[in-house]
């Protein structure tokens, strides 16, 4: 308890206040969730939004002064700011397209927003922590809270099952992270990311054996986090069954906050591990780019499809790791700026193939997408947006991102890979043109749409539905256009 | 006047006006045309009209001023360049330069393309009036002014190129204009395609060039293709000049529809008869002519070369007039007689009198343009009737037309006093003069020739009695104001462009002739020999006499006794068939040049290489083995829990093993 006086508190709470502000509402969301009456997830829905508003502001304003500070274990440096950020914003994507979603389904019950709530301050804390067992606690914090929301379509039996198989293997991938952790305690004697950097190059021989064990173990947590291939394989099932919100925000927040980590994690101890880490990864990233390419192309839902084109993009975002001791400035770069643009183009396309469901049901089929360019033009131009970015074309966000990244790999030496990727995204031409192809150049089958309502649903809260999808394809058009701003914030984020 | 111009811009300035200005109305009417439907555009119809007029006008004002101007200019020679307006390419042994070039050649050439082109924009609105794409119609005729102002105002090579490129891209897309129309279509392509065959020649000759020039040490800065720099190292060409010199004029062979390259002509009447009369008649036929003029220091180092093409010329002259007799359709009849006037240019060339050519190419532009604007007339007076066999009588509804008609005639049978007689009895004296006494022969008959089938078809469409319908000869009738207004300034331009060039012999200054030969260095050592005017004169009687005959004979035979002909036909049937068929040249071709390379490109190249090994194994290939491992990596997606945590497993297993071992 002595210990404690000596912490200048005002200065710590105000480099923590993010993680404070979305803490704060989150429990502020669960408490108004208790209310009674079946409308006070109205309430906790604003709760929530003003505590990621909250922690968006603060950490916007702490990130000008932010150098690489760290208060105990948790790093509070632009790095962690930016990736609160990050992850903060697409949390609030998910929430703003949650409401209008769930009343459509007659699922709107309480306790929802509140766990993404808790999602977000676990994804934050995962992005912001420079301690192993930190890193361990907040992957768990977000995770329970994913499982909770993969599932909370109670009445649909895929959403089930997929929370479930989610849930089952992501206990087998928190037991590999959580031995990974012991051997690097057992081998460094410490669990501060910063103090095993320092120990673990000049560990001696027998101590490095069981050193690199825990991070191999470490690795295979982590990729299962950002789906990497083959442990890739609950994504699909989980993506699918999982309100598309959650959806959304599986494939943005939580994967950017488990790349954040892992960045931290390879920056600090991956260079002890040499040529040994740079096989591995490079194994891993091609692995996962051709796998995740490849699946996408059979795949007829295009919810599946858009799970596969998220592990296709979590091989692209490996591809910095193999050679990370090399440049590290450089390659956090480019994958900063590749998650915000992965980030944005997933979400807007999620997005929108939510905001199609609300008048005629989840969009199971791509043929379900024929002639929407006529029926709803404008959603139809944003999510064709969102896939063509996604697919890399020029002039948007998702091609210099693709073009910064492959550009920070070549020149960190492994061009070998740059080449796999640049297969791998000629492939995913091929299916992310598919829906462009069908809502612009088929006409609607004639059967398969009863008399639905095709003009825009009268749902509360579709505002912010039209919102999320405006600023998602502003931001993916804009930056397309004028990359400039987006990058300078990305090089400073890097210091 | 002119100094109140030059207040305001300059001399280089108004040079780069006379293309630009044809631009801006091409840019104008084309973003109208592209950006609204069909239907709206009757509404800017006005616009277009005036735009697409005013800016020829203001071009052929430019270049007009430019002419006082550099003739005011007493002591030096009428030249002025407006040097680099950018650097278009800079490679470290290539630099191009764009910049614009006017002296005599340029000018003669810019004030007739400017000045016909202006008649041809006004008859234009007249003609075209109810057509639907009458805005596409005036944007492109105005990027063809653009593209021609290019080719004769380029300072190089390469410029030069970009307008010789540029007419044939105007050149395909006018003639299929109504390209909803499968075999109007199908002859634009033709003509750009024999086009490219000949601009395969002229690109290898530029590269000739290039290689001289670098083997000369020539200083790259100045530009390889400069015509300046060209003539500068000129004397480097000797080796090459031969090579080059054919080369180049395969490319002329090309677009001024020589023989052997001459089919795509006739065909290409298939567009609007305007664009017949500027396109295909008065200006981007002939630029294989002026092409020749422009670089005749490189074709006089080649005897060879000069030869052949003389040969060529009168070949292609005579050839042309016997396919002309048999024709038919009107506008090929005017076609067939463009093939055989080019002819007669190259003849000059191929003489070595150059300044001659440009002279008949300045008259035939004025008398063949006027040809086809009143055949344009006569065709819409009888609503699109185009076989001459079917015409007849119609001075008596439309006489302003009907005696255009005859003058232009006149002026291409080479009868005094219009225009086309001066032109045409300068090159076959040049020919007989400079000793080609077999080409004069052949020209000479050639002229016989070209006056019997022009006054054949004046005959025939204007004279004797009607052939068509009573109800339709009864709606013919003059055509409107904006289109009878051109017909007679040409007319008069047919009857008084003589003064141009009235030859020494008859006392007359051959004007245009002196004022070109400056540019022209083996000319300028060539004095006229004084003892041989007698003879001039006596050749030129002689043909003036036989010219008449036979347009006499023609006009005679067709307007009045018009069952004549074909009995003479039937007695020598075969010849006549022959000739009727066009000798099958057009079969000949398609048998042994077009159908072998379909059959190449089919079964080879698009069966065999592009569908079987490009798309059936590199391409369908690839993405049939992408789907295949798609398959293998969706079927591992078996939706059992087990299954993937064995997955997991074997990547741990995998991993770890790849680590600690």
Same mark, same amino acid.
């Given at each position: 308890m002595e210990s404690l006086t000596y912490i200048d508190w005002p200065v710590t709470i105000r480099s923590i206040a993010p993680l404070l502000a979305l803490l704060g509402g989150a429990m502020l969301s669960l408490i108004f969730a208790a209310l009674p009456g079946n409308k006070s997830w109205r309430l906790e829905f604003w709760a929530s939004i003003a505590g990621f508003a909250a922690a968006i502001i603060s950490s916007w304003l702490l990130w000008p002064q932010s150098g690489k500070g760290a208060f105990a274990t948790i790093a509070t440096g632009r790095l962690s700011q930016a990736g609160i950020l990050i992850v903060t914003i697409s949390a609030m994507f998910a929430a703003f397209v949650s409401p209008s979603y769930m009343e459509a389904r007659r699922e709107a019950r309480p306790g929802y927003y509140g766990l993404i709530a808790f999602t977000a301050f676990g994804m934050a804390a995962v992005a912001s922590a420079a301690d192993l067992v930190t890193l361990l606690i907040s992957i768990e914090t977000m995770s329970l809270a994913v499982y909770a929301l993969a599932g909370f379509m109670r009445g649909r039996p895929a959403s089930v099952e997929g929370a479930l198989k989610y849930f089952i293997t992501g206990a087998f991938a928190a037991a590999f992270l959580c031995m990974g952790i012991a051997f690097i305690f057992g081998s460094a004697g410490t669990t501060d990311l910063r103090i095993i950097a320092e120990r673990a190059v000049s560990a001696a021989a027998d101590s490095r054996h069981i050193f690199l064990f825990g991070l191999a173990m470490v690795a295979v947590g982590l990729s299962f986090k950002v789906a990497a291939? %083959? +442990? !890739? *394989?609950w994504a699909p099932d989980a993506y699918d069954g999982a309100p598309t919100p959650v959806t959304l925000l599986m494939a943005t927040g939580v994967k950017a906050a488990a790349l954040i980590a892992f960045f931290r994690i390879a920056s600090a101890i991956g260079v002890a591990g040499g040529e040994l880490w740079h096989g591995l990864l490079w194994g891993l990233a091609a692995l996962t780019i051709m796998w995740g390419n490849l699946a996408a192309l059979r795949q007829q839902n295009i919810k599946r499809m858009l799970a596969w084109s998220s592990v296709a993009h979590a091989g692209y975002m490996l591809m910095v790791f193999p050679s990370v001791s090399a440049n590290p400035q450089g390659l956090v770069r480019a994958l900063l700026l590749y998650i915000v643009a992965y980030s944005l183009m997933t979400a807007g396309a999620f997005a929108a193939v939510g905001a199609f469901g609300l008048s005629s049901g989840e969009p199971a089929d791509i043929g379900r997408f024929s002639g929407l360019s006529r029926k709803r033009p404008a959603l139809a131009a944003a999510l064709s947006l969102f896939l063509i970015s996604l697919a890399g074309f020029p002039p948007t966000l998702g091609f210099f991102g693709k073009y910064y990244l492959f550009l920070a790999v070549v020149r960190a030496g492994d061009v070998g890979l740059a080449v796999v990727a640049v297969v791998g995204s000629v492939i995913s031409a091929c299916y992310y043109l598919r829906p462009v192809m069908a809502m612009y150049f088929k006409d609607a089958r004639v059967r398969a @749409? %009863?008399?639905?309502?095709?003009? @825009? %649903? *009268? !749902?509360? +809260?579709?505002a912010a539905v039209v919102a999320a999808i405006v600023i998602a394809a502003l931001a993916v058009a804009i930056f397309g256009i004028m990359p400039q701003d987006l990058v300078a914030f990305v090089e400073a984020s890097a210091l | 006047m002119l100094d109140l111009i030059y207040q305001h811009i300059t001399l280089q300035g108004l040079i780069w006006l006379v293309p630009t200005l044809p631009l801006c109305g091409a840019a104008g009417i084309g973003l109208i045309a592209m950006f609204c439907a069909r239907s709206e555009g009757a509404k800017f119809r006005n616009f277009a009209s005036f735009a697409g007029c005013l800016m020829p006008a203001l071009s052929f004002a430019a270049c007009v001023v430019l002419f006082f101007t550099l003739t005011g200019?007493?002591?030096?020679?009428p030249s002025a360049i407006t040097g680099p307006l950018f650097r278009w390419a800079a490679l470290p042994t290539l630099f191009v330069d764009v910049g614009l070039k006017v002296d005599q050649l340029s000018l003669v050439m810019a004030l007739m393309v400017s000045g016909v082109g202006l008649l041809v924009h006004i008859y234009s609105v007249g003609y075209m009036w109810h057509d639907e794409g009458y805005l596409r119609y005036f944007a492109l005729l105005n990027l063809f002014l653009f593209f021609m102002l290019l080719l004769v105002l380029a300072d190089n090579l390469v410029v030069m190129f970009v307008g010789w490129e540029g007419v044939s891209l105007c050149s395909w897309l006018l003639i299929s204009f109504?390209?909803?129309d499968a075999a109007k279509a199908r002859a634009g392509a033709k003509a750009f395609i024999v086009n490219r065959i000949g601009d395969a020649g002229f690109l290898l000759g530029m590269f000739l060039i290039y290689g001289a020039m670098s083997a000369a040490g020539a200083p790259a800065e100045s530009g390889y293709f400069n015509f300046e720099s060209m003539q500068r190292y000129g004397i480097y060409f000797v080796p090459v000049a031969t090579a080059i010199s054919l080369l180049l004029f395969a490319g002329a062979i090309g677009k001024s529809a020589q023989i052997p390259l001459y089919v795509w002509l006739p065909d290409a009447m298939a567009g609007p008869t305007p664009v017949s009369a500027l396109i295909h008649a008065a200006t981007m036929v002939t630029a294989g002519v002026y092409m020749v003029v422009r670089l005749n220091f490189i074709f006089v180092l080649s005897p060879i070369a000069l030869e052949t093409i003389a040969v060529i010329g009168a070949a292609t002259a005579i050839f042309a007039a016997i396919l002309g007799l048999a024709e038919t359709d009107l506008k090929k009849i005017l076609a067939y007689s463009t093939i055989s006037q080019i002819g007669y240019m190259f003849l000059a060339v191929g003489v070595g009198a150059f300044t001659v050519a440009i002279f008949h190419l300045v008259t035939h532009a004025f008398f063949k343009s006027l040809l086809f604007l009143t055949a344009g007339s006569a065709i819409t007076a009888l609503s699109?009737?185009?076989d001459i066999r079917r015409m007849g009588g119609l001075k008596r509804r439309m006489p302003i037309t009907a005696w255009s008609f005859v003058m232009g005639s006149a002026a291409l049978a080479g009868i005094a006093p219009a225009s086309g007689f001066f032109s045409k009895d300068a090159i076959l004296w040049q020919a007989y003069e400079r000793g080609h006494g077999a080409l004069w022969a052949m020209g000479f008959l050639g002229a016989g020739l070209t006056a019997f089938y022009i006054f054949r078809a004046a005959g025939s469409v204007f004279f004797g009695e009607s052939a068509t319908s009573a109800e339709r000869y009864k709606r013919a009738a003059e055509p409107p104001f904006s289109m009878v207004v051109p017909i007679m300034l040409l007319a008069t331009l047919v009857a008084f462009a003589g003064i141009l060039g009235v030859p020494l012999a008859f006392g007359g200054s051959n004007m245009l002739c002196t004022w070109l030969g400056g540019l022209i260095p083996s000319e300028l050592s060539r004095a006229p020999s004084e003892g041989s005017r007698g003879v001039e004169i006596v050749l030129m009687a002689v043909t003036l006499l036989w010219s008449l005959h036979f347009s006499v004979l023609g006009w005679l035979i067709y307007a009045q006794k018009r069952d004549w002909p074909q009995r003479v036909a039937r007695r020598v049937a075969p010849l006549a068939r022959l000739v009727s068929k066009r000798f099958y040249v057009d079969e000949i071709y398609d048998r042994t040049i077009v159908r072998p390379l379909i059959w190449i490109s089919r079964k080879i190249l698009w069966q065999g290489i592009d569908d079987t090994v490009v798309d059936g194994i590199a391409v369908e290939g690839t993405a049939r083995a992408a789907g295949l491992f798609g398959a293998l990596a969706s079927a591992a997606e078996t939706g059992i829990l087990q299954h993937y945590l064995l997955y997991f497993l074997i990547g741990a297993v995998l991993i770890v093993g790849f680590v600690t071992l």
């Amino acid at each position: 308890m002595e210990s404690l006086t000596y912490i200048d508190w005002p200065v710590t709470i105000r480099s923590i206040a993010p993680l404070l502000a979305l803490l704060g509402g989150a429990m502020l969301s669960l408490i108004f969730a208790a209310l009674p009456g079946n409308k006070s997830w109205r309430l906790e829905f604003w709760a929530s939004i003003a505590g990621f508003a909250a922690a968006i502001i603060s950490s916007w304003l702490l990130w000008p002064q932010s150098g690489k500070g760290a208060f105990a274990t948790i790093a509070t440096g632009r790095l962690s700011q930016a990736g609160i950020l990050i992850v903060t914003i697409s949390a609030m994507f998910a929430a703003f397209v949650s409401p209008s979603y769930m009343e459509a389904r007659r699922e709107a019950r309480p306790g929802y927003y509140g766990l993404i709530a808790f999602t977000a301050f676990g994804m934050a804390a995962v992005a912001s922590a420079a301690d192993l067992v930190t890193l361990l606690i907040s992957i768990e914090t977000m995770s329970l809270a994913v499982y909770a929301l993969a599932g909370f379509m109670r009445g649909r039996p895929a959403s089930v099952e997929g929370a479930l198989k989610y849930f089952i293997t992501g206990a087998f991938a928190a037991a590999f992270l959580c031995m990974g952790i012991a051997f690097i305690f057992g081998s460094a004697g410490t669990t501060d990311l910063r103090i095993i950097a320092e120990r673990a190059v000049s560990a001696a021989a027998d101590s490095r054996h069981i050193f690199l064990f825990g991070l191999a173990m470490v690795a295979v947590g982590l990729s299962f986090k950002v789906a990497a291939a %083959p +442990f !890739h *394989a609950w994504a699909p099932d989980a993506y699918d069954g999982a309100p598309t919100p959650v959806t959304l925000l599986m494939a943005t927040g939580v994967k950017a906050a488990a790349l954040i980590a892992f960045f931290r994690i390879a920056s600090a101890i991956g260079v002890a591990g040499g040529e040994l880490w740079h096989g591995l990864l490079w194994g891993l990233a091609a692995l996962t780019i051709m796998w995740g390419n490849l699946a996408a192309l059979r795949q007829q839902n295009i919810k599946r499809m858009l799970a596969w084109s998220s592990v296709a993009h979590a091989g692209y975002m490996l591809m910095v790791f193999p050679s990370v001791s090399a440049n590290p400035q450089g390659l956090v770069r480019a994958l900063l700026l590749y998650i915000v643009a992965y980030s944005l183009m997933t979400a807007g396309a999620f997005a929108a193939v939510g905001a199609f469901g609300l008048s005629s049901g989840e969009p199971a089929d791509i043929g379900r997408f024929s002639g929407l360019s006529r029926k709803r033009p404008a959603l139809a131009a944003a999510l064709s947006l969102f896939l063509i970015s996604l697919a890399g074309f020029p002039p948007t966000l998702g091609f210099f991102g693709k073009y910064y990244l492959f550009l920070a790999v070549v020149r960190a030496g492994d061009v070998g890979l740059a080449v796999v990727a640049v297969v791998g995204s000629v492939i995913s031409a091929c299916y992310y043109l598919r829906p462009v192809m069908a809502m612009y150049f088929k006409d609607a089958r004639v059967r398969a @749409v %009863p008399k639905a309502p095709t003009a @825009v %649903p *009268a !749902h509360a +809260f579709y505002a912010a539905v039209v919102a999320a999808i405006v600023i998602a394809a502003l931001a993916v058009a804009i930056f397309g256009i004028m990359p400039q701003d987006l990058v300078a914030f990305v090089e400073a984020s890097a210091l | 006047m002119l100094d109140l111009i030059y207040q305001h811009i300059t001399l280089q300035g108004l040079i780069w006006l006379v293309p630009t200005l044809p631009l801006c109305g091409a840019a104008g009417i084309g973003l109208i045309a592209m950006f609204c439907a069909r239907s709206e555009g009757a509404k800017f119809r006005n616009f277009a009209s005036f735009a697409g007029c005013l800016m020829p006008a203001l071009s052929f004002a430019a270049c007009v001023v430019l002419f006082f101007t550099l003739t005011g200019f007493e002591a030096t020679e009428p030249s002025a360049i407006t040097g680099p307006l950018f650097r278009w390419a800079a490679l470290p042994t290539l630099f191009v330069d764009v910049g614009l070039k006017v002296d005599q050649l340029s000018l003669v050439m810019a004030l007739m393309v400017s000045g016909v082109g202006l008649l041809v924009h006004i008859y234009s609105v007249g003609y075209m009036w109810h057509d639907e794409g009458y805005l596409r119609y005036f944007a492109l005729l105005n990027l063809f002014l653009f593209f021609m102002l290019l080719l004769v105002l380029a300072d190089n090579l390469v410029v030069m190129f970009v307008g010789w490129e540029g007419v044939s891209l105007c050149s395909w897309l006018l003639i299929s204009f109504w390209f909803e129309d499968a075999a109007k279509a199908r002859a634009g392509a033709k003509a750009f395609i024999v086009n490219r065959i000949g601009d395969a020649g002229f690109l290898l000759g530029m590269f000739l060039i290039y290689g001289a020039m670098s083997a000369a040490g020539a200083p790259a800065e100045s530009g390889y293709f400069n015509f300046e720099s060209m003539q500068r190292y000129g004397i480097y060409f000797v080796p090459v000049a031969t090579a080059i010199s054919l080369l180049l004029f395969a490319g002329a062979i090309g677009k001024s529809a020589q023989i052997p390259l001459y089919v795509w002509l006739p065909d290409a009447m298939a567009g609007p008869t305007p664009v017949s009369a500027l396109i295909h008649a008065a200006t981007m036929v002939t630029a294989g002519v002026y092409m020749v003029v422009r670089l005749n220091f490189i074709f006089v180092l080649s005897p060879i070369a000069l030869e052949t093409i003389a040969v060529i010329g009168a070949a292609t002259a005579i050839f042309a007039a016997i396919l002309g007799l048999a024709e038919t359709d009107l506008k090929k009849i005017l076609a067939y007689s463009t093939i055989s006037q080019i002819g007669y240019m190259f003849l000059a060339v191929g003489v070595g009198a150059f300044t001659v050519a440009i002279f008949h190419l300045v008259t035939h532009a004025f008398f063949k343009s006027l040809l086809f604007l009143t055949a344009g007339s006569a065709i819409t007076a009888l609503s699109g009737e185009q076989d001459i066999r079917r015409m007849g009588g119609l001075k008596r509804r439309m006489p302003i037309t009907a005696w255009s008609f005859v003058m232009g005639s006149a002026a291409l049978a080479g009868i005094a006093p219009a225009s086309g007689f001066f032109s045409k009895d300068a090159i076959l004296w040049q020919a007989y003069e400079r000793g080609h006494g077999a080409l004069w022969a052949m020209g000479f008959l050639g002229a016989g020739l070209t006056a019997f089938y022009i006054f054949r078809a004046a005959g025939s469409v204007f004279f004797g009695e009607s052939a068509t319908s009573a109800e339709r000869y009864k709606r013919a009738a003059e055509p409107p104001f904006s289109m009878v207004v051109p017909i007679m300034l040409l007319a008069t331009l047919v009857a008084f462009a003589g003064i141009l060039g009235v030859p020494l012999a008859f006392g007359g200054s051959n004007m245009l002739c002196t004022w070109l030969g400056g540019l022209i260095p083996s000319e300028l050592s060539r004095a006229p020999s004084e003892g041989s005017r007698g003879v001039e004169i006596v050749l030129m009687a002689v043909t003036l006499l036989w010219s008449l005959h036979f347009s006499v004979l023609g006009w005679l035979i067709y307007a009045q006794k018009r069952d004549w002909p074909q009995r003479v036909a039937r007695r020598v049937a075969p010849l006549a068939r022959l000739v009727s068929k066009r000798f099958y040249v057009d079969e000949i071709y398609d048998r042994t040049i077009v159908r072998p390379l379909i059959w190449i490109s089919r079964k080879i190249l698009w069966q065999g290489i592009d569908d079987t090994v490009v798309d059936g194994i590199a391409v369908e290939g690839t993405a049939r083995a992408a789907g295949l491992f798609g398959a293998l990596a969706s079927a591992a997606e078996t939706g059992i829990l087990q299954h993937y945590l064995l997955y997991f497993l074997i990547g741990a297993v995998l991993i770890v093993g790849f680590v600690t071992l």
